[in-house]
């Protein structure tokens, strides 16, 4: 068949991708080389081949496809030589923990959300990769809490990359917790304050008090400390941001967290 009849065959054509998406051939130049439009809500024009095409198989990069809400883009890989990259399994770990049929079964997630400009996999990877620890980012989380104390929306101005020992510093679970303050355990007539030392899980026992009172604030006054002594160390070491050292300084527990 000549490329003339080729191209009256193949221009116009419309039909579905695997996804769902009506999809257009705007342009034939070849079989291996068209133009493909897609209409909105996730508009974008891509250049691809006629047999993919007809198997449904071009993918829309604008349409949500990562845990149901993201957009993995087509600016940035998300493989390289086959190993998903760490920015974008750090994107699918945050998404998960805002999606309700992926969601962690950590109640500490329960109201968690990502803003819309997270949503498309480019923006968090913009982001990700501008921070000015980025050359540790194999080893680091994201962590959304540090910088805003009880924050519940992943966004740039409120998350920040640390290592997984300071990460692993600020989580509670106050379903897990009891009916005591964070810190505190009851051991028949009395109370012990205690603290997690970080990626270790080692407990640093603080001491035996009376009240749940007196021993949470021994608790706040060890933890706090410690906090600080590992913002001290951390931040010399580069591998958290002066934003993050600060927010760690300045950091206070209440006996409600």
């Known amino acids: 068949m000549s490329m003339r009849n080729m191209r009256d065959k193949y221009l116009g054509l419309t039909r579905k991708n695997n996804q769902g998406y009506e999809m257009t051939i705007i342009e034939y130049n070849s079989c291996d080389d068209i133009l493909v439009e897609f209409k909105e809500p996730y508009h974008c024009i891509l250049n691809a081949c006629t047999g993919n095409f007809i198997r449904g198989g071009i993918k829309n990069p604008n349409a949500p496809s990562v845990i149901g809400i993201g957009i993995s883009g087509e600016r940035y890989p998300v493989r390289i030589d086959g190993k998903i990259t760490v920015e974008y399994q750090t994107c699918v770990n945050m998404l998960k923990r805002c999606n309700d049929s992926s969601r962690p079964r950590n109640h500490s997630y329960a109201d968690v959300s990502v803003c819309n400009e997270w949503l498309y996999y480019d923006n968090f990877y913009e982001w990700y990769t ?51 303050p964070t810190g505190v355990i009851k051991h028949k007539n009395v109370f012990l304050a205690r603290y997690n030392q970080g990626v270790s899980g080692n407990q640093k026992h603080i001491g035996v008090y009376n009240t749940p009172e007196e021993a949470f604030l021994a608790y706040k006054t060890h933890k706090e400390n410690f906090i600080k002594q590992v913002a001290k160390q951390e931040y010399n070491k580069g591998t958290i941001t002066y934003q993050c050292y600060q927010a760690m300084m300045n950091y206070q527990i209440n006996i409600t967290d």
């Open 130 to 180: 501008s921070q000015p620890n980025y050359q540790t980012a194999e080893k680091m989380c994201l962590d959304k809490d540090i910088l805003v104390k009880g924050n519940k929306i992943y966004e740039p101005n409120k998350c920040t990359l640390v290592p997984a020992n300071v990460n692993l510093l600020f989580l509670m679970n106050k379903s897990r917790r009891g009916k005591y």
